[in-house]
């Protein structure tokens, strides 16, 4: 079996899980997630813990992912997801427009990002962007379409790059 599906995993107080037929519904303080159950794969809740179990041996990885994906729904409901993106570059900015993300790239024109419902976008400065969010795979996907419009460059380091990500320079080319 699965050396990621054998571990239970705990659920916090505040935390609600319905296990159906077809899914498995998560609420909490930041709100519900549902995901889909597979065929081939058993979800029991038991007092505070759910273990997750394949129901024959071909399907063993999945039941692994299936305890990653319900790890993280648990962890979204209860504190949410974060990630931090960092412009730099020299009149590189971002700011809220309404709901809409302006960010000012070092192209002629200014980009203006559609942020996606379930994702909230935050510019405490100039040059920082924090999304956050309960889906984790949401606040990655947002993170990562934003840094695809600028990503940095290997010469001087200029682009969008995540929070606390570190850039190997290259050097430049002698004459």
């Given at each position: ?31 519900t997630l549902t995901l889909a159950r ?6 029991k809740l038991e007092d505070s813990t ?126």
């Open positions: 079996m699965s050396r990621v599906a054998k571990k239970p995993i705990s659920v916090p107080k505040g935390v609600e899980i319905s296990v159906e037929d077809s899914s498995v519904s998560v609420k909490g303080a930041k709100g597979p065929i081939g794969v058993s979800v759910i273990y997750v179990e394949p129901a024959d041996l071909s399907k063993d990885a999945l039941a692994g992912t299936v305890r990653a994906l319900l790890a993280n729904l648990i962890t979204g409901v209860a504190s949410g997801y974060q990630r931090k993106l960092e412009l730099v570059g020299v009149g590189y900015r971002a700011a809220m427009q309404g709901k809409d993300l302006n960010l000012t790239l070092g192209f002629s024109h200014p980009i203006l990002f559609k942020v996606p419902v379930g994702v909230t976008v935050e510019t405490p400065s100039q040059t920082e962007i924090l999304i956050k969010g309960t889906d984790k795979q949401a606040v990655g996907q947002v993170a990562a379409k934003i840094r695809a419009f600028r990503p940095p460059e290997p010469y001087k380091g200029k682009g969008v790059r995540y929070g606390g990500e570190k850039i190997t320079l290259k050097e430049a080319k002698k004459a």
